[in-house]
């Protein structure tokens, strides 16, 4: 599964266990279940699915009684064993039937199960055109994962049942329904046709899946195997540009996990309203159609592309090898993120995969100290969906980087191999990989895991050198400062610290080990080297902060071979600051040879209080990469002069190749002219332009319009702005947009008087009774951000109310950074921002006496 479109950023930290939480196991098992035949058809308009299930079970035992199921919300009709009526109960969860005969060992049961789901909650989602939505396709789409497939058939709802599958559908015309394996059969009768699909290769419940939709087909081939893409008529091209290289990925994998693609089809449906990124239903994958990318979107869209290999690299990881409890989702959800690394690496080269990396760890990182840090393997919860976090996907996808770096990439992929065909077709725990690394490689990596894996955290680093010349010692100092001295805080990691020299892109590399909380280290080189790389490769996932002096962090920016090493220079002297580093910096921008690289020179540089940053920063404008353009406009935010005011107003007024770059300037723009440094007439000017953007620019996924409404929410006393944000919260907006501009809410309220605020929060609660997902997600994100108690009645509700287990782990947890809101004084608000004027002015003096030191030297 993927979630890569809801990202909510959070700023308390607190215990991921939250009240009620509670071990979890997999239930004992009657038997083995061999085969689940759904034999079903839909009332459209009446959201419902009606049919029968019938499941075939290998009894485990004799002098089994009683069966209980899954199944929640449905109507049964009647439970039959056999063909013979059974007893039953049901209280809307579990089924349980109470066998006439006892189970007797070898003698298999067929249970068949009438039920009706009518408008079930979750499981299977019926999307049709009303009178806001018009144009809305019919779509019929499932969500199994983690454990809602039982809102929709009974089953054996956990994942450490594998069973062969078969789904009989009867739809309208013209509507066509895919599921998994293969299409057996299609019936036409009348109005109707029947599609028989079957799935010859064991997977679990939650992975079945049915999508029923007036699709577009567009084939493809992999050896011979049918690779299709379902999309919406009118977007063939879009899908072919979106979704065109998996043949390729499928090749890619098949050869990296040492086992050729398991299943008969490859199908990829991009649907309307999906809740995640994409989910790996076996041989059947839903995407959200919100990945299909224009021609202009492509080029700086890496997520389509990175979506489309992490679902793929499932149906190895999850789907051919399924985990046998979500305690240990992450070895699925790792692997899948790596996926996304080892395809950039192949298609893009070593620099672009190591800052994937980076970004990836970040993504960790940030979660780890802002929201909660805990084990990737738990198994206390109090729904399995709250473990589908930052933890098991960014961390996993490092974890699994750092075995690789251990065990080097030939053993590696010989140790993937080994697990991936030592356990095809079978359930699997985090110790199956430690068995199998040992039986392919001989290595035993129980320490990694147990510091990586089986504990939260990671290593913080600080690096400190040193240089005798006397008698040619480097001394490089390595402090874990995560740790107290002697904690089990403490990690134990050998670490390769490399010595560079301008001329020789080779380092000169020694291998230490790191466990103690702070160690010096002595290395005799021939010669002062002219700058020292800590970690090099930089494979450990860690923090790290460089005490170098200066000229040594300037000669790493420019000569490290390593980008990562070359972005902890920038990050190091940008911390410095000064006149220095900021030409080192400054030059890096124009010169860096990778655009990562660039991209973060452009963050650095913001960082500076020089005027000087400014003038380097600016020439960033014209770099060919729409990511540094981004990056730079971005940066500008930060610089609230008259200057960058005018820069970044041409990206709004005459656009940008990139929607993400003219996204970007309006919300730039607005930052600037909101903080009043020099002129107020500004903001009219601002609120203006972004309001003609919101009438013209329409378009793809509504990325510009919604940097648009995200600019106005930096007018946070404006009512005019206010006033238009809310217009564009009414049913009916696109709804990309309308999701941001529900968001822009909360930004926006922290600056609008009292009677703005009530108006404010009585539209929040008016949206928040609305069911849909994503919406319910963009209200907590606006009621988070505000600063009144009454925010909080509205996240409790939700969170009582709401059948989702995400929305009601986040609605907790934005009352509490509610709480935090009120609790910060608002003179200190006022306070901060005189500060930053006098920052400004300071900022002045100072570019004007490093200028005059400058011509002095
Ligand atoms: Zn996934």
Sequence with gaps: ?????????????????????????????????EHIFLDIGLDIPQKSCYGTCSIRLLPVRNGIDRLTLDAVNLQIKSVQVDEVVQNFEY????????????????????????????????????????????????????????????????????????????????????????????????????????????????????????????????????????????VEKGREVDAKRSMGKTPQMIEFLSKKYGYPYAFPKYAQVCVDDFIFGGMENTSTTLLTDRCLLDARAILDNRNTESLVVHELAHQWFGDLVVIKHWSHAWIKEGMASYSEVMWTEREYGDQEAAYYRLAEARSYLSEDSSRYRRPMVTHVYREAIELYDRHIYEKGSCVYHMIRAELGDELFWQAVQTFVQDNAHKTVETIDLLRAIEKAAGRNLAFLFDQYVYRGGHPDFKVAYSWDGDANLAKVTVTQTQAKADSQDLFNLKIPIGFGYKENPKLTTFTVRVHEKEQSFYFPLTERPDFISFDVGNNYLKTVKLEFPIAELKAQLEFDPHPISRIYAAEALATKGGLEATKALSSALKNDPFWGVRVEVAKQLAEIQLDQAFDGLILGLQDPSPFVRRAVISSLSQIKTHHSYKAVKSFVQDGDESYYVEATACQTIAAIAAANLEDKSHEDKVIKLLKSVLEERAGWNEVVRSGAIAGLAEFKTSEVALNIILEYTKIGVPQPLRLSAIRALGKISTGQTPANIERILDRLAEIARETFFLTQVAVLTALGQMETPKAIGILQSLANQTADGRVRRYAEEEVAKVQNNIGTDKTLRQLREELDQLKQQNQELKSRLENLEAKSK
């Design 1 to 33: 599964m993927s979630q890569h479109y809801f990202d909510s950023e959070k700023t308390t930290h607190k215990r991921f266990e939250l009240p009620g939480a509670k071990p979890h196991y997999n239930p004992d098992r009657p038997g083995q279940v």
């Design 91 to 230: 209280d809307g969860e579990k089924l349980c039937i109470h066998l006439s005969q006892p189970t007797k060992i070898g003698n298999r049961l067929l249970i068949a199960i009438a039920y009706t789901a009518e408008k079930p909650q979750r499981g299977i989602y019926f999307i049709q055109p009303d009178k806001h939505y018009p144009h809305k396709p019919t779509q019929i789409w499932t969500q199994g994962e983690d454990e809602d497939s039982r809102y929709w058939f009974p089953c054996f709802d956990y994942p450490g049942q594998l069973s062969t599958s078969e789904i009989r559908v009867r739809v309208p015309n013209p509507l066509v329904a895919i599921s998994n394996g293969e299409l057996i059969e299609t019936v036409e009768s009348g109005e109707y046709k029947t599609y028989h699909w079957s799935q010859q290769q064991v997977h679990p419940t939650y992975l079945m899946t049915l999508a029923v939709g007036d699709f577009a087909e567009i084939r493809d081939e992999w050896q011979g195997k049918p690779v299709t893409y379902y």
